[in-house]
């Protein structure tokens, strides 16, 4: 399984960027899709995660950060709106995906990461 992100870049505060990560490979079904951040000098941290169950998001993004998918293309997208110099960091997408109906087919992926820079 592979899984390439991309929609990183450079944008001023009060801007808008959407990143996508797209799933490939050899797929049964795929069970929670998210994305985290690690920020210059911090730990790596959850961003926004959606799943059957609905979606979950940091306290610091919600009301600015959208998260959605595109089942039929096995696409996560992290819609990123009235952006601060604080969320710049290297955004990397993290996919749970079972590659079989067998539990111990279960396996979690993380993306190569693109990197968001804000600034002020």
């Known amino acids: 399984v592979q899984l390439q992100a991309s929609g990183g870049g450079l944008v001023q505060a009060g801007g808008s960027l959407r990143l996508s990560c797209a799933a490939s490979g050899s797929i049964f079904k795929i069970n929670v899709m998210g994305w985290y951040r690690q920020a210059p000098g911090k730990e790596r941290e959850l961003v926004a995660v959606?799943?059957?169950?609905?979606?979950n998001y940091a306290d610091s993004v919600k009301g600015r950060f959208t998260i959605s998918r595109d089942n039929a293309k096995n696409t996560v997208y992290l819609q990123m709106n009235s952006l601060e110099p604080e969320d710049t960091a290297v955004y990397y997408c993290?996919?749970?995906?079972?590659?079989?109906?067998?539990?111990?087919?279960?396996?979690?992926?993380w993306g190569q990461g693109t990197l968001v820079t804000v600034s002020s």
């Open positions: 959606i799943s059957g169950g609905g979606t």
């Open positions: 993290n996919v749970d995906i079972s590659t079989g109906s067998m539990r111990s087919q279960r396996y979690v992926y």
